[in-house]
C-alpha cells in the first residue's frame, strides 16, 4: 500500500533549527514535495526533491534518500511566522501526490 | 484574478442536495485537481483533470462528479450530499501532470448537516 508517516506535532524555540521527518512508501517514486500550511489558508509549495541529496533555499532545506524512502526538511533561525503545518507529500507512479496528514510546528519564543 | 479561486468559500448545506463547488484559474495551466482535508488526514484526490475534455478518479471518487470543459473551469458536484462529505475543498493546478508543483485555490469549507 501507500503510506507517508510524518510526526503529528514538534515544538521548538523561535531562533533555533526544527528538522521535520517523513517517511514514505508509494507505488512508484517522482520525486518528493514539501508544503507549508497556515491555519485557516491553502498549502503553498516549499521544496521538490528528485534526486538524493539536500537542497538549499534560504532558512528552508530539504533532504531526500531514496534508497531509504526518507525525507527531511529542515528550518533554521525559526520565526514565529514559521508556525504552521507542514506536508510531506510523495510524487506516485502515475505523477499523483501522496499526502502525509502533516506536522503542525509550535514556535515558542 | 490571479491563481485559484474558488466559490464558496463556505457553505452550510442539508443533506441530501446537490451542491457544485466552483474553480477557476488563470495560469492556463493543464492539470487541475479537487482534494479534500479531514482533521488529522493528508489530503485525499477526489478527482483529477490532466487536461480540457479528460478526468480522472482519484483515492475518493464516491458521491463526487467533475467536468473539465475548458481550461480554466474546474467544478466538483456532490449530486446528493450526505454528512460524511464535511470538509474543506481544495482544488489545485499544475503546468503539467508530472514534476510540477500544484498551486493551491483558498478552499471551500462545507458543512453537511
Known amino acids: 500500500g501507500q503510506n507517508i508517516d510524518q510526526p503529528t506535532e514538534m515544538t521548538a524555540t523561535e531562533g533555533a533549527i526544527v528538522q521535520i521527518n517523513c517517511t514514505y512508501q508509494?507505488?512508484?517514486?517522482?520525486?518528493l514535495f514539501w508544503y507549508q500550511q497556515h491555519a485557516g489558508e491553502a498549502p503553498t509549495f516549499l521544496s521538490y526533491n528528485v534526486l538524493d541529496g539536500l537542497e538549499e533555499k534560504g532558512r528552508f532545506s530539504s533532504f531526500l534518500s531514496r534508497s531509504k524512502g526518507y525525507s527531511y526538511l529542515l528550518l533554521k533561525e525559526l520565526q514565529m511566522k514559521d508556525s504552521a503545518s507542514y506536508l510531506c507529500?510523495?510524487?506516485?507512479?502515475?505523477?499523483?501526490?501522496?499526502w502525509g496528514a502533516g506536522t503542525k510546528l509550535i514556535i515558542k519564543p | 484574478i490571479a491563481g485559484i479561486t474558488q466559490a464558496p468559500t463556505s457553505q452550510i448545506l442539508a443533506a441530501g442536495r446537490r451542491m457544485t463547488l466552483r474553480c477557476t484559474q488563470d495560469m492556463r495551466h493543464n492539470a487541475m485537481y479537487w482534494y479534500r482535508q479531514d482533521l488529522g488526514l493528508g489530503l485525499r484526490l477526489i478527482h483529477y483533470?490532466?487536461?480540457?475534455?479528460?478526468?480522472g478518479k482519484g483515492e475518493v471518487p464516491d458521491g463526487y462528479s467533475v467536468s473539465r470543459a475548458n481550461t480554466d473551469d474546474f467544478p466538483l458536484t456532490l449530486a446528493s450530499a450526505v454528512p460524511s462529505q464535511t470538509s474543506v475543498y481544495f482544488c489545485?493546478?499544475?503546468?503539467?501532470?508530472?514534476?510540477?508543483?500544484?498551486?493551491f485555490g483558498p478552499g471551500t469549507r462545507l458543512t453537511v448537516l
Open positions: 507529500a510523495s510524487s506516485d507512479s502515475n505523477y499523483q501526490l501522496i
Open positions: 489545485a493546478s499544475s503546468e503539467g501532470n508530472s514534476y510540477n508543483e500544484q498551486f
Open positions: 483533470s490532466n487536461t480540457a475534455g479528460t478526468t
Open positions: 508509494t507505488s512508484g517514486f517522482n520525486g
